[in-house]
């Protein structure tokens, strides 16, 4: 009896972990493919679902069958089909995209910015005004502060007498998440206030740097739902106050590729795991994306911009995402950066795509490092005569993978919360499918004569 409680135990807990990870490896796929990644490298996925769910399947099945594994003609055949087209169809039968930018409108050029601009060369504040972009100013708390005040209003007036757009980073102790959804809330009612008390028509909005809390841990287990909600309700009254008290000002957040991925499946999972929700509220006026490619290999770089402006066309209207490049000239300690050229190739392939804005991080670390032209030349680079012509972008593998695992980490997570019924209904489904199959082999195995 003994023996026979531990054989259901550990086939029902076998059985329930496949087809869970059935749900997330299909739901994985499902996301993909709705998300316009090309038919050439979501086709791998088949064939390694079928390996990873079937096998196991076929484990679990043959020792409940026979009690040992019995591999089967036809199974074995199957199999060595399935792992030669893993194998093949893994590089994406090479194939690469030749996008071109001869008949897309030049694309506005936007910078991440950290100083006040008072000191600024003419020559440089004209670039920035030729690109056609604007300025994400991230001033830290001088504007609230008696001695720095003075000294972001004055760079603000100047920006304005060069027609140059600014949305104000507002800060916050931390990235903007649950532990400071509180305090960003209330420092950007005060930059609302401090925005039309001093006349600053330069300012055309809010922007805030959503990711997860730096040096705090995730909520695996969402231990922490309560203040999650808060700060949601925090954000929903403040797109509410701005847009009834201060409509000439629009609201928006720059966030990671998780968050934007994360609302798919009508849930926040991978947001309450990162304790920094986007969507919901959503309604923000405008997004940005964090498509950081040096982070990775060269190799993984072009078709890692590809694959996510693609995404987010398929996500959000072309008047409301933008698209954050970089690093350029430098970012928190440790950090990797890119080349000028690196740059242009991003930039161009997003004018390629269509987008409707790029913003360079960070402009104060690139004209150290390139020099006071750095904006110029980008610009002749990207929307210049010398732009015309193909962006090749080669196929990565490994950034599919990535891209595919947070789809499947987020099913995963779904029996946590939104799919909980779900995830119970297989509990109690794969443990009677179990419990059966253990009983007719228990007595099987009884009424076999002794030999």
């Known amino acids: ?10 086939a029902w807990l076998a059985a329930f972990i496949v087809g869970w990870l059935a749900y997330a490896l299909l739901h994985g796929l ?21 390996l990873l769910w079937g096998m196991p399947t076929y484990i679990l099945w043959s020792l409940s069958r026979h009690g040992k594994l019995y591999l089967a003609r036809g199974a074995t055949a199957i199999g ?29 050029i936007s910078f991440w910015a950290y100083s006040d601009f008072r000191q600024t060369p003419d020559a440089i504040l004209k670039d920035i005004h030729a690109a056609h972009g604007s300025l994400h100013l991230d001033a830290g708390a001088r504007p609230f502060e008696a001695d720095g005040h003075a000294a972001f209003v004055a760079g603000l007036r100047r920006l304005a007498d060069y027609n140059i757009p600014v949305y104000w980073a507002v800060p916050a102790p931390n990235f903007l998440s649950v532990p400071v959804a509180a305090q960003w809330t209330a420092n950007v009612r005060r930059a609302a206030e401090l925005v039309t008390e001093e006349n600053l028509n330069a300012v055309r909005g809010f922007i805030g740097d959503m990711e997860p809390p730096l040096n705090e841990s995730f909520d695996w287990l969402g231990f922490q739902q309560g203040e999650f909600e808060s700060a949601i309700n925090a954000y929903r009254e403040l797109q509410t106050d701005v847009r009834r008290h201060y409509p000439g000002l629009r609201l928006g957040v720059t966030a990671m590729w998780a968050h934007f ?31 950081y490619s040096s982070y990775y290999p060269d190799s993984w770089r072009p078709y890692y911009v590809y694959l996510l402006e693609r995404a987010m066309a398929r ?22 950066v890119m080349s000028f050229a690196e740059l242009v190739r991003d930039a161009r392939i997003s004018r390629a795509l269509g987008v409707r804005e790029i913003a360079v991080f960070q402009l104060d670390g690139a004209l150290h490092v ?11 680079a990207v929307n210049g005569e ?17 891209f595919y695992g947070i789809a499947v980490a987020d099913a995963l997570l779904d029996g946590l919360r939104s799919q909980t019924w779900l995830f119970g209904l297989w509990l109690a489904v794969s443990g009677i499918l179990m419990w059966r199959i253990t009983q007719k082999n228990l007595r099987e195995d009884l009424t076999i004569p002794p030999q």
Request: without cysteine; glycine residues 8%.
């Open 370 to 380: 390139f020099g006071d032209d750095f904006v110029r030349r980008l610009h002749e």
């Open 80 to 108: 060595v089909i399935l792992i030669g087209w893993t194998i093949i169809g893994y590089n994406g039968f090479n194939q690469d995209v030749q996008l071109s930018v001869t008949n897309n409108a030049p694309i506005p």
């Open 1 to 10: 009896m003994r023996r026979s409680i531990l054989d259901f135990s550990i």
């Open 315 to 336: 996500l959000y209207s072309t008047e409301r995402a933008s698209h954050l490049l970089g690093l350029v000239g430098g970012g928190m300690p440790g950090e990797p």
């Open 30 to 50: 499902t996301a993909i493919i709705y998300l316009a990644v090309p038919f050439y490298d979501w086709q791998w996925y088949v064939p390694l679902i079928l």
């Open 261 to 291: 991925f994360d609302p798919l499946d009508g849930d926040a999972d991978l947001a309450i795991v990162m304790r920094s929700p986007l969507d919901p509220p959503g309604k923000w006026d405008f997004v940005n994306l964090m498509t």
């Open 386 to 402: 010398e732009a015309i012509g193909p962006v090749n972008i080669p196929f990565a593998r490994p950034v599919s993978i990535l």
